[in-house]
Nanobody, 122 residues
Framework: QVQLVESGGGLVQAGDSLKLTCTTSTRSFSSYAMGWFRQAPGQEREIVAAVGWTSTVTYYADPVKGRFTISRDNAKITVDLQMNSLKPEDTAVYYC???????????????WGQGTQVTVSS
């Protein structure tokens, strides 16, 4: 069982930056691809960014390209999501997920955190 815990969410203004961190207890962290997803009220959960077993392979959803950066530290067993130039439409609950391979689909991930709220005011 892999436990994931997100932190770093909060209320910011448009244009601000925020960094989310996902920590895990698993010793096999380096064998998992990691993803960040988000879900706004009344909407489906969507991929934000994902990273393979190392930081050399990454994926970004079009709405966040050039603004968000995903990175992982296998020594610290954490994965970060640096979010810059935040927009009101980035408001959502952000979830960290772990899976055996990098996927753009939520169904491709086996383990999920509880989520952290990000609210961007205009």
């Amino acid at each position: 069982q892999v436990q994931l815990v997100e932190s770093g969410g909060g209320l910011v203004q448009a244009g601000d930056s925020l960094k989310l961190t996902c920590t895990t207890s698993t010793r096999s962290f380096s064998s998992y691809a990691m993803g960040w997803f988000r879900q706004a009220p009344g909407q489906e959960r969507e991929i934000v960014a994902a990273v393979g077993w190392t930081s050399t392979v990454t994926y970004y959803a079009d709405p966040v390209k050039g603004r968000f950066t995903i990175s992982r530290d296998n020594a610290k067993i954490t994965v970060d999501l640096q979010m810059n130039s935040l927009k009101p439409e980035d408001t959502a609950v952000y979830y960290c997920a772990a899976g055996r391979t990098l996927s753009q689909r939520a169904s491709g991930y086996e383990y999920w955190g509880q989520g952290t709220q990000v609210t961007v005011s205009s």
